[in-house]
């Protein structure tokens, strides 16, 4: 095998609207392809694939801060400058110089380049057919979530489907999101489904990786975000028959022990093993940073204690009385007690801090030990995508098994509570139901700008204080310094 590790990260350095900051880094996985045979380099490769995942710029930071923007919660922290890209965000005064969409902007970037390589590497390798087309599924699922993430954001973004070559145009303009869609998003994750296994198929260090259920969720969610309400019913029906179910209790889900990880509920998780060395912001680290940022700050009841992610009470006052998912998401003064400490509203600034990803100290020690997992994707997000398809389908009627199981085991056994609904009322009714069941999770945004073609976002930002709240900012701005690199790239309209 050539070093295709080495080419690679020359690809990545070559890639301009990437962030220089990775240019200085070795790759996570050993770079010596001399050493390792075909199956091993084809494994690394598809490792480095999923590193960026991991990192700050993507699900240990600024996916879950989306829910601050999109008002769940407030930013906390230690105040002054301390989180001011996101309070900035959060407050609709947004600039091009904004550090967070300078992150997610450059976050996928790595990852796209390494599915690029790996695509154009491993259908050439001499190794079992077998593990050949689950490495190629992978990059595929890989590649889609990626893009997913920046169409959803940023609108028009360049599209690179292999690794940059000598002549090649390094200053590209932003394709049509629409396009990006039909060329890359959906066909990868088509091909996803066929090519990867189930994941019951896995086992071992394996366990984790891209399954046939992932591609076939993470395709729901593209189509529903689209509009394509049959499509996306198609594929949460295909996930249902895979096996998926909701586990008992809401906080299965969460938590710093082998047993909250990849659970029967869990579709896709981004994995951490903790006990890094890597510093705080390094891309190589291997720690969770969830319950870092979130234990109440300077309280001492988990590793770090920073205080960020403050929920907000307008977000308090939502919980139906007898729902279960509060004392298992939220701290607040009178609740039941975290690991023998009770909670008081001065903790934090609006009074409450969130609860669901805390770990204790006797799992997570310190700030940078919790091996837990960040949740993607999982079944009760499939089940109220699909409970929203049938409403959209006019099939208002069979929207309400869906959307009941997941009420259910969140102790709202009402049934009556989603029967006999018009379609409009079974709309919002999903829609809270969204909101409520996966709270800090990073799916609010996302939801609010799809949702009447952004309309429902600014409404309900307008309706909570925040009038600054306009059209432009459905989309974040394209980051200046990435405009001053390559002018060939254009602004989003109101920045």
């Not at 096996?243 to 990849?262: A, M």
Request: charged residues 25%; proline residues 5%.
């Amino acid at each position: 095998m050539k070093k295709i590790f080495y080419a690679s990260l020359l690809a990545l350095s070559a890639f301009t609207v990437s962030c220089s900051d990775f240019l200085d880094k070795d790759p996570y996985e050993d770079p010596s392809a001399e050493v390792l045979s075909d199956k091993e380099s084809a494994i690394a490769l598809v490792n480095g694939a999923y590193q960026p995942l991991q990192r700050p710029k993507l699900y240990n930071m600024r996916i879950w801060t989306l829910d601050i923007v999109a008002g769940n919660s407030e930013v906390g922290a230690g105040g002054g400058t301390d989180g001011i890209e996101t309070v900035d965000l959060a407050n609709f005064v947004t600039a091009t110089d904004n550090a967070s969409a300078l992150d997610i902007w450059r976050g996928p970037n790595p990852g796209i380049l390494y599915c690029n390589t790996v695509l154009e590497n491993i259908p050439s390798m001499d190794i079992d057919e077998k593990l050949k087309s689950r490495c190629i599924g992978e990059a595929k699922f890989l590649r889609a979530h990626y893009y997913f993430i920046l169409v959803q954001l940023f609108g028009d973004v360049p599209m690179t489907t292999s690794t940059p070559k000598p002549g090649d145009n390094l200053k590209p303009v932003r394709t049509d999101r629409t396009t990006i869609y039909n060329e890359v998003i959906i066909p990868d994750l088509k091909d996803a489904i066929d090519l990867l296994p189930v994941r019951e198929e896995y086992s071992g260090s394996d366990i984790g990786r891209a399954s046939k259920g992932a591609a076939a969720g993470m395709l729901a969610k593209v189509y529903l975000t689209l509009g394509m309400y049959a499509e996306s019913l198609e594929m949460c029906n295909l996930v249902e028959s895979l096996g998926y179910t909701l586990n008992p209790d809401y906080s299965d889900c969460f938590g710093g022990e082998d047993r909250n990880k990849n659970t029967a509920e869990s579709l896709f998780e981004v994995q951490y093993y903790g006990l890094t060395k890597a510093g705080f912001w390094d891309d190589e680290n291997q720690a969770n940073w969830l319950s870092t940022y979130m234990g109440p700050r300077n309280s001492g009841w988990v590793g770090g204690a920073y205080g960020w992610n403050q929920p907000t009470q307008e977000f308090v006052n939502q919980y139906e009385e007898g729902d279960l998912r509060k004392d298992k998401t939220i701290l607040y003064e009178g609740c039941p007690p975290f690991d023998g400490n009770t909670y008081k509203s001065n903790m934090s600034n609006t009074g409450y801090n969130v609860r669901k990803f805390l770990v204790p100290l006797s799992v997570s020690p310190d700030y940078n030990t919790n091996s837990a997992s960040i949740i993607v994707l999982r079944y009760a997000d499939v089940l109220l995508m699909k409970a929203e398809a049938l409403n959209e389908l006019d099939r208002t009627t069979d929207a309400e098994e869906p959307l009941y199981q997941v009420r259910r085991r969140a102790g709202l056994t009402n049934r009556n509570d989603v029967e006999e609904l018009t379609q409009d009322e079974m709309r919002e009714k999903i829609r809270q139901e969204r909101r409520m069941e996966l709270a800090f999770e990073g799916h609010r945004w996302f939801d609010m700008i799809r949702w009447e073609n952004g309309q429902y976002a600014l409404d309900f930002l307008h309706s909570i204080g925040k009038i600054n709240a306009s059209s432009k900012h459905l989309l974040f701005p394209i980051p200046q310094k990435e405009i001053d690199t390559n002018p060939n790239l254009k602004q989003n309209t109101g920045y």
